[in-house]
């Protein structure tokens, strides 16, 4: 975790996160983080995914117009199911490095990049069939 003012509440938040690959929302953290420190407010949640995320100790992405956090902030791609919505890893380390070394602007300089590929999952998959 950077360096940020460390709460017990930041610290439990960041461990949460680092123990699960749901990419949860906030209500998601905050019901879990909760169990453990009941007197956390939602607002306290928020504010310290945040900074999580602002210091680059997390990701946020956001997905159908809601925010979700991953502990993993290394090169990896997500895919999102357009009808349940879950968010699956897909870890191909070369892909967004070649991106990002292949990436040619005179008027931006790369640093990072988040891919996220769209599209069906297999329970999705088996349910239409």
């Known amino acids: 975790m950077a360096e940020a003012r460390k709460t017990v ?3 439990k938040v ?11 929302t906030a ?3 905050f019901n879990e983080v909760k169990k ?7 607002a306290t949640v928020y504010r310290n995914l945040n900074k999580l995320a602002e210091n680059k100790s997390i990701s946020k992405l ?7 956090f991953d502990a993993d902030c ?20 070369k892909f967004p490095k070649n991106l990002l070394d292949n990436f040619r ?4 300089k790369a640093d990072s990049v988040n891919v996220i ?7 999705c998959l088996k349910k239409r069939k």
């Open 14 to 24: 960041f461990e949460y996160l680092s123990k699960v690959n749901t990419h949860p």
């Open 74 to 93: 290394s090169l990896h791609e997500h895919c999102v199911c357009r009808e349940c919505f879950s968010i699956t890893e897909y870890v191909d380390k």
């Open 105 to 108: 602007s005179g008027k931006f």
């Open 9 to 11: 509440q930041m610290t």
């Open 36 to 42: 453990e420190i009941p007197s956390i407010t939602l």
């Open 62 to 68: 956001e997905i159908n117009g809601e925010f979700r």
């Open 117 to 123: 590929f769209y599209g069906l999952c297999n329970n």
């Open 27 to 29: 209500e998601m953290v």
